[in-house]
């Protein structure tokens, strides 16, 4: 079992930056795919980005070259670096944690709360 808190979410600028936290209890953390998605009312979760045991990444190509993902075994946490920030990026944002490497969000089996990012214009 896994649990995932995320932090770090809030109301920034256009062309600002943001870096979002999730922390993560329970056993195992470095073996497991972590990954970022993003949703919006009405609409499905969005893929965003993922980093696996490795410290292989992959990301949606909305935010090549502004988000970096990460993480720190030592401190079972992943991080989102979000810079350049314009108003499409406004969303809930979502950890998660899985077995496998995916952009669908139904491959991971842990779930953050998710946090509210706002970019305004």
């Known amino acids: 079992q896994v649990q995932l808190a995320e932090s770090g979410g809030g109301l920034v600028q256009a062309g600002g930056s943001l870096r979002l936290s999730c922390a993560a209890s329970?056993?195992?953390?470095?073996?497991?795919?972590m990954g970022w998605f993003r949703q919006t009312p009405g609409k499905e979760r969005e893929f965003v980005a993922y980093?696996?045991?490795?410290?292989?990444?992959y990301y949606v190509d909305s935010v090549k070259g502004r988000f970096t993902i990460s993480r720190d075994n030592a401190k079972n946490t992943v991080y989102l670096q979000m810079n350049s920030l314009n108003p499409e990026d406004t969303a809930v944002y979502y950890c998660?944690?899985?077995?496998?490497?995916?952009?669908?969000?139904?491959?991971?089996?842990?779930w953050g709360q998710g946090t509210q990012v706002t970019v305004s214009s």
């Open positions: 329970g056993r195992f953390f470095s073996t497991y795919v």
């Open positions: 980093i696996d045991w490795r410290f292989s990444t």
């Open positions: 998660a944690a899985g077995r496998v490497w995916s952009r669908d969000y139904s491959a991971y089996t842990y």
